[in-house]
């Protein structure tokens, strides 16, 4: 399968970001939980050079426990700050704030020592599409969050969130395009939805993810078909379409529509809590 991304919208974004960068203190970046690494970026760490760096492991609902613990140590060895979080219903959202001063305890000292009292820290947050910005800023912004700034249409100032006293968001969260030279990144974001449906194939996409989760979450996959787990090779997409009463007219099985129910249980979390990569494997690559 093969990949395409748009260099002219990433030129753009990338333009808009480094703009951006030059007004904040700290940069909060959002990865999936369920792909932490393919979900990242490598160019923003260029990008927030001398910025705070916060990670925030969003849709951990979705994922394995144990590994998401595994990749917040990974990334907290490399100097980010991390915290978990569930931008959907909210969980971890509040803890956001202290990780953020945190990350910036260093600036907020200085600036004491400057006679600089209680300046809000200003933040941005980014991420690949889809992994949930929009959700968080409504998030964390809430119903009691007042927009700060100059009015769109007066001046083309920027906008700001006033989160609390502490912390201000730029309203617009910088967008980073997927990097997927290796094709199994490219498969992964594929899974989690990062990458558009209509170039995908959605049946060559649930074989690739059959065969991974054979290997690391079985029983997911035979408890939400009801496929016996002994048996073996059992649990194949045809085998899926049957207990799912895929059919097409004539009585033949619908490999597709059986393979779209795969992807779409996926990535809807049916399939239980699972993580497509783990950090030991991402070390010794
Ligand atoms: P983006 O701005 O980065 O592009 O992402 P956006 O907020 O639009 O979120 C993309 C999808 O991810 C949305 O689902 C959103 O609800 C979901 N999402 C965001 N954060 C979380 C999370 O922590 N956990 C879970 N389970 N889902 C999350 P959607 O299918 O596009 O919309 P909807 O079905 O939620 O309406």
Redesign the pocket.
């Known amino acids: 399968m093969h990949f395409q991304w748009y260099p002219g919208h990433m030129t753009k974004a990338k333009r808009m970001m480094q703009e951006d960068m030059k007004l904040i203190d700290v940069v909060i970046e959002?990865v999936d939980a369920r792909i932490p690494l393919s979900s990242k970026n490598p160019d923003i760490d260029d990008m927030a050079k001398n910025k705070s760096r916060v990670i925030l492991l969003?849709?951990?609902?979705?994922a394995d426990e144990k590994h998401t613990e595994s990749w917040k140590t990974y990334f907290e060895n490399k100097g980010y700050f991390v915290t978990l979080?569930?931008?959907?219903n909210g969980n971890g959202v509040r803890k956001v704030n202290d990780v953020v001063q945190l990350a910036c305890k260093e600036k907020i000292e200085r600036d004491r020592k400057r006679g600089i009292l209680n300046r809000p820290l200003r933040a941005m947050v980014v991420?690949i599409?889809?992994?949930?910005?929009?959700?968080?800023i409504n998030s964390i912004a809430g119903k009691a969050a007042t927009k700060t700034g100059n009015k769109p249409g007066v001046t083309k100032g920027k906008q700001w969130i006033k989160i609390n006293k502490n912390i201000e968001l730029l309203d617009t969260?910088g967008i980073l395009w997927p990097k997927f030279e290796d094709q199994s990144v490219g498969l992964k974001l594929a899974y989690i939805g990062s990458i558009r449906e209509e170039i995908l194939n959605i049946y060559e996409l649930s074989l690739e993810l059959i065969r991974f989760l054979l290997v690391h979450y079985k029983s997911c996959l035979a408890s939400r078909y009801e496929i016996e787990e002994d048996e073996d090779n059992s649990i194949t997409l045809s085998r899926i379409a049957e207990k799912r009463g895929c059919r097409i007219k004539g009585g033949e099985l619908d490999l597709n529509k059986a393979a779209g129910f795969v992807v779409d249980d996926f990535r809807n979390?049916r399939l239980g809590n699972i993580t497509l990569e783990f950090p030991e494997v991402s070390d010794a690559e």
């Open positions: 959002l969003n849709k951990y609902d979705l979080v569930n931008s959907k991420g599409p889809n992994v949930g910005k929009s959700t968080f969260p979390g």
